[in-house]
């Protein structure tokens, strides 16, 4: 069960460098050295053609398929599923040289390298081409994507020619042709598509969802030769012939608009082109160093409000930072209307759907680090009230049944078992609404949003929820929480316990308008909902049942859990991991071994509502019972180990944390990278070595710091200033960096911080 | 929830008649007129053709196809599946008149009869066709399928031209082109076929399979008219000009011959086809009357056995012969090798598999009807062993895991919470050996096959059991009972017990085998099994935990079942039903509601283990609570309501027993007839208003009479002895007309049997 760590890239505070080219690591680099901008997402593919195995990967946010899926015809189960499609290599090169065509796969090459630079967002590959006749050409591909203009990306190609003049055959293009990896299937057709001087434009349209993406992209070559058009169905391709002379630079490059229109009834054609054309009128003019340089401004001023800076641990500093620029390309929430993919926009595993841990797992991340990105998560959730509502329905529930993966508001998990048993989603919506507004304050978005949502999931948990034979115990029946090893089990306590906080959350809401002078029927007609549904949502809070062992102190994790066969968890072979793959399948379920902590997450999510001795109750039961088959689970025991000053335990867990996709800890990095896993990452530091929590009456610290760092410090937002936390050895260091004073606990004594630095000695 | 008769039949003790077309009652009657006879089934289609929706349907036991199906890529899953395919039409025919196809659809028809003799199993069609030039002909369909030699069947068609002379045209063939129905393909090709004076001959061969079936005819005509041989791919046929004249009858015949071979790597073709020509020439100077002479015969020999008369009520009467007569027509124990599909040879529902109630379903019919038939049964299950090894091990156990659902002995069962929950398939074998042996004494049988499966089914139970968290309980964790209501849950009751009783059994007969002088050693090298082994079986036997509460007497369906939410059945809306498809999946397994008994089940099954007050308690309990969405589930509780001296329950819960399908009372019969709930029939009057039991000491009789009836009789084969019970409304008469003495307690008082009557007062 020993995840071993498979180091290949160089350790480096801010930067991602292969140094040689290994085949091997291939489509793993292709998956680190992804680019993106929450609006688009790019694999680190190479960009001249690679005729081994390539996942050649280009994704909008929220551009996805549709197909079938062979259902068992009972009601509630999915017939259909949605998957973020792989679309267009605006990247598109091809290189031709005496004959060859740059391969690398078969080319001989020299000083390969390959960096991604944390601080601006641009990854960098240069090598030393030798072809067979024994020229030499120093090649080097440079690309970003704009994090300051999301559909702006830019390619440069500069080559040097070592040892000859000559002329090299480049074609650069915008390429639809290319294949979902998962299927094997082109799902786009392109009607338009455009050569105009230098420019080209192409649109695609998704075959079942009607989507459309536009991109358009300006080459700029040295000595502007006359580039050959070349047209297929899906491609648009420019070839030139470019002098080249020894030990002299000739750069390309190309700088590319991408623009998508996401619902098929407003694809008006007309419109839809003005709007590229306007658009790229207005950025077209634009050279690529401006644009990068726009870009890069936005990187210096995130760096500043939420870099982690370790001292004294190479490793975890490089791979915490590569975790805090992956969470700001995949999402920082320029757009409402998206939300996370569980690969983030880096690969197709888990068809780019969103997953219920959205607002447990990311959502602390962006509300210490950007609201607007964090509210707009939420929003997606208001947006799709109405699909999770038709969801409730079809689950014979009132109210709105959140999904459990989905891109559009659908529900895209075909395992029934999942998709109908699991309330987490809907309930993670609640715990984002509670949390956001608990820290902002922002009643409007309680009123206007937060309470239709509050009200439907309330309603939907108010139907699926029973009453036990004596009617005195209310909770759900035949549930998974979020430990999927527990499959179709009754009063599972994380569920039972976040339906109380959803339930109780959703009246305490409706009591506060009162106080605050809405009349009974006012709240009646705004939010269609009676007096007697707001008392029966009390009622069934107040009757919750939380299953717990007042002698030991224990949490069950479901009722008659602890009487479940014991598996020890150490004892199972490492060849059984993944254990999906090497157990039949309903064996998992059959005995109290957790693929993630349930109780222990539950603890984290209201961690002042429990006493230190009932957390190290619970965490010295159920840690051992756990075999962290969920990337997401390390972290959250590394958080509770810390606040159980069990720091060297915590220090263990938070192992991989930082680096599972560099080190391709799963070895399945290949796929695309564990986004949320990233998120939690970044929870591991602050609210585990840090000790930051919110759930509280105040913002609470109770730092510690692992043995073998100096150092480390975090950056955080809170209430519209920046705070900064410093910890060394000895002692803690606190400073206002930006904004107002604010009103903080520090261990158990409470402190306002300030511009100037506070000194706390650690513990 | 009540379900209503829809009488279309006429009353008739020995036979099903129609009288007037109803083209809606088309299939239904299809279904209802099925000839089957082990071999091979065929619905009572029309063989002219018939332009309305149709299930043209023929089927083999034993011949089946092989599907993909979309798998969840879990292990234990299975990815495809097998299904009976329907085969060649070999009644086929075309019937042709002044340029007028005859079609029942569209025909002009008077004095439309139709009738299923059951005595002599012969199905006899008439009616007058009216052209449209009126010109008028009395035909006359008659058909059978022979009981005495499987291979064989006959068609006779008379024409009566009542109003001309003339000449009608006739095609009569044999046809591989129609299709499955439930997919609408076809699954054969036919490389050979040939036409030799009025015999023809068609080889068909499924696709996947590679399975065959020849199927031959000889045609008699009068005045032997030249026929003119049409071939298509799949089909041959003879057409005809036959002269009528006014009032006189021109009969043709059609003597059929069909051979399958099952197993493809037997399918040698050139002895195949040596072995069929043998059989052919063997049989095909036989007369269609001889064929029919030596088939009634059959019949009358198993009437004399096995017939149950009612008196005063004329419905039941004629379904319970309907019902014993679709018994034997299914399975009568010819060959080893096959078993019985939940539709019989009627229907593709169900795709033609057996489920894992044949042994305690089906097993009792033919334990006192024909023993031979009874140990084929067993015999599949010994046949099919390996598979059952191969299925276990794909489930991460040892031994023998016995499908759910299955032709040839493989899996057929997609849906793994079936498949892979459901033990009730293994521990019914072992039942079925136990009761087989208990009544037969077969020790032959018991060491040479019931030891190795017996053995096989243990190891599994031994390794997919579980002790509980403190080691005190053994137990069956993740399954799903009879009651399919109740999904995945621990310890049901059902399960459990069999499972006791199982490896307890086991551990006997091989204590058994030491006492007759086997040493360890033998009994090791001929069972490879270890002594350590069979000591395991009983120490888990003897842990085996059954649900059980002694203060109420009520064995708890499962661990937990008490607490579950209950739902009140008889207020649930009527059009809810069928709730499969009126809930949502997961919603049905969330309360206190079951689909069909499982407790009862069990103390049906083990009945002298229990008292009556535990019997009524358990019956008082779970009765309330089940809706009977199992055809199989009234029975069951009218066969323990007699035993509680329920006896208006008891008829009430016999209602439809023996009428499920004439009066269609599910509105599928079109689909096929309920095969399992037929046996369900003739037990709910032996085991219910007979009170027989076998599972004590002594077979023993509590008789007891409904109301409304004057009398009833049943036979029964015990032991070599047929023994006839006749119920009148104040007494019982017990006689044994063949055989030995036989002791049997009849109430509380053992007597003996003999040839001459033995009257008992009812209590």
Chains 1, 2 share one sequence.
Not at 20 to 29: Q, T
Not at 162 to 180: A, E, K, Y
Not at 585 to 608: E, H
Not at 635 to 646: D, E, P, T
Request: with cysteine.
């Amino acid at each position: 069960m020993a995840k071993i760590a498979d180091l290949y890239y160089k350790a480096d505070p801010f930067q991602i460098i292969e140094e040689g080219f290994d085949p091997n690591y291939a489509k793993i680099s292709e998956s680190i050295f992804s680019l993106g901008n929450e609006y688009m997402g790019v694999r680190g593919y190479f960009e001249e053609g690679f005729s081994l195995d390539s996942l050649v990967g280009s994704y909008f946010n929220g551009i996805y398929e549709r197909e079938e899926v062979s259902s068992q015809n009972y009601k509630g189960i999915i017939d259909n599923t949605e998957f973020m499609v792989n679309s267009v290599d605006y990247f598109y090169t091809k290189v031709l040289l005496d004959g060859e065509t740059l391969d690398l796969a078969t080319a001989k090459i020299h000083k390969f390298r390959r960096c991604l630079d944390l601080k601006t967002g641009v990854l960098r590959r240069s090598f030393i081409w030798e072809l067979n006749n024994g020229k030499q050409v120093e090649i080097l591909f440079e690309r970003f994507l704009s994090m300051s203009d999301a559909n702006m990306a830019g390619q440069r190609i500069r080559f040097m020619p070592l040892n000859f003049d000559g002329s090299i055959c480049v074609s650069l293009g915008l390429d639809f042709t290319r294949p979902h990896y998962m299927s094997g299937k082109n799902y786009f057709s392109c009607d338009e598509k455009r050569a105009e001087n230098d420019n080209l434009f192409i649109v695609g349209t998704t075959k079942n969802t009607k989507q459309k993406i536009a991109s358009m992209c300006k080459i700029e070559l040295p000595n502007s030769p006359i580039g050959v058009i070349e047209k297929e169905d899906n491609k648009i391709t420019l070839t030139y012939q470019i002098d080249l002379k020894k030990q002299c630079e000739a750069v390309i490059t190309k700088v590319i608009c991408n623009i998508v229109c996401k619902k098929s009834e407003e694809t008006n054609y007309k419109k839809f082109n003005v709007k590229c054309e306007d658009k790229w009128r207005e950025r077209t003019n634009f050279h690529y160093d401006q644009l990068l340089a726009e870009s890069i401004e936005w990187w210096e001023k995130k760096w500043k409000e939420s870099d982690i800076v370790i001292e004294g641990d190479d490793l975890n500093q490089q791979g915490i930072r590569y975790c805090i620029f992956q969470m700001h390309q995949t999402y920082h929430g320029t757009e409402a209307g998206t939300n996370i993919g569980a690969k983030g926009l880096t690969g197709e595993a888990y068809s780019g759907n969103a997953f219920w841990d959205t607002e447990t797992y990311c959502l602390p991340f962006y509300l210490f680090n950007n609201l607007k990105a964090a509210k707009n998560l939420l929003m997606f959730r208001y947006e799709t009230l109405e699909e999770a509502k038709l969801r409730a329905k079809e689950l014979d529930c009132r109210g709105a049944f959140y999904p459990i993966a989905t891109i559009s508001g659908k529900e895209c998990c075909s395992l029934w078992q999942h998709a109908s048993l699991q309330l987490q989603a809907s309930t993670g919506v609640a715990y984002g609404i509670y949390t956001y507004v608990k820290l902002t304050k922002d009643m409007e978005f309680l009123h206007q949003y937060g309470i239709p949502m509050l009200i439907e999931i309330s309603r939907m948990l108010a139907t699926r929820g029973d009453y036990n034979a004596d009617g005195t115990k209310y909770g759900f029946y035949g549930v998974m929480g979020p430990d999927e090893f527990q499959m179709m089990v009754n009063h599972n306590c994380y569920t039972n316990a976040l339906g109380k906080m959803t339930l109780r959350y959703t009246y305490d809401v409706i009591e506060q308008l009162k106080k605050e002078g809405f009349s009974e029927e006012e709240i009646a007609r705004r939010y269609q909902v009676s007096h007697e549904e707001i008392e029966d949502f009390k009622k069934k809070a107040d009757n919750m049942w939380i299953p717990y062992h007042t002698d030991t102190k224990l949490f069950e994790q479901h009722q008659g859990y602890f009487e479940l066969p014991h598996v020890d968890v150490d004892a199972i072979p490492i060849e059984d991991f993944p254990l999906y793959h090497h157990w039949t399948y309903d064996r998992i379920y059959r005995n109290d071994m957790i693929k993630q902590p349930d109780v222990l997450m539950m603890m984290l999510l209201f961690n002042s509502s429990f006493t230190l001795e009932q957390l190290q109750a619970n965490y010295e039961f159920y840690e051992p019972r756990c075999i962290h088959e969920s990337s997401l689970s390390p972290s959250v025991h590394s958080i509770l180990a810390s606040q159980l000053k069990k720091h060297k335990e915590a220090y263990q867990f938070f192992g991989f944390a930082t680096r599972m996709d560099l080190d391709n800890y799963n070895r399945n990095t290949g796929e695309g990278l564990h986004t949320t896993s990233i998120a939690a990452a970044w929870m591991n530091i602050v609210y585990g070595f840090g000790g930051m929590r919110s759930d509280g009456p105040i913002l609470s610290f109770t730092p510690s710091i692992p043995e073998s760092w100096n150092s480390y410090s975090f950056r955080i937002r809170y209430q519209g200033s920046v705070i900064k936390v410093e910890v060394t050895k000895n002692e803690t260091a606190f400073q206002v960096l930006e904004g107002n004073d604010v009103p903080v606990k520090i261990y158990e004594t409470e402190y306002t911080l300030g511009q100037s630095r506070l000194k706390v000695e650690l513990p």
